[in-house]
């Protein structure tokens, strides 16, 4: 079961699970869903303050992430990434192809 599925069923599910985690990752629909707030920043310290977590962290995707820790609210811009060049026969179809190429050793 992933995080957002355990997000929709509510912090109190989850909750004697995560105390005392030292590092919790989650994406902002998690935050919203479990913080009960529009405001990620809000929701993750309403998360925070039933939760016994030392950082909270919160991706934003393209945005960045943000960390909560002891109190403290700190933001990271999300970096662009070169994108990876793969080769036609690695790429995953969602038809099998008719014929797959040929390669000499």
Same mark, same amino acid.
């Given at each position: ?27 902002? @629909?998690?935050?919203?869903? &479990? ?5 990620? #920043? ?6 925070? $303050?039933?939760? =016994? ?25 999300? @970096?662009?990434?070169?994108? &990876? ?5 690695? #790429? ?6 008719? $014929?797959?190429? =040929?390669?000499?050793?």
């Amino acid at each position: 079961m992933g995080g957002t599925s355990l997000a929709k069923k509510g912090l109190d599910v989850i909750r004697d699970v995560m105390n005392d985690v030292d590092i919790w990752f989650m994406n902002s @629909f998690e935050a919203k869903e &479990l913080g009960h707030s529009e405001n990620v #920043v809000r929701a993750a310290e309403n998360i925070a $303050s039933k939760v =016994r977590v030392r950082e909270l962290i919160v991706t934003l995707g393209p945005r960045g992430a943000l960390l909560l820790r002891d109190d403290e609210v700190k933001y990271s811009d999300a @970096f662009k990434v070169p994108p &990876l060049w793969i080769p036609q026969a690695l #790429v995953i179809h969602s038809q099998p192809p008719t $014929s797959l190429p =040929r390669y000499s050793t």
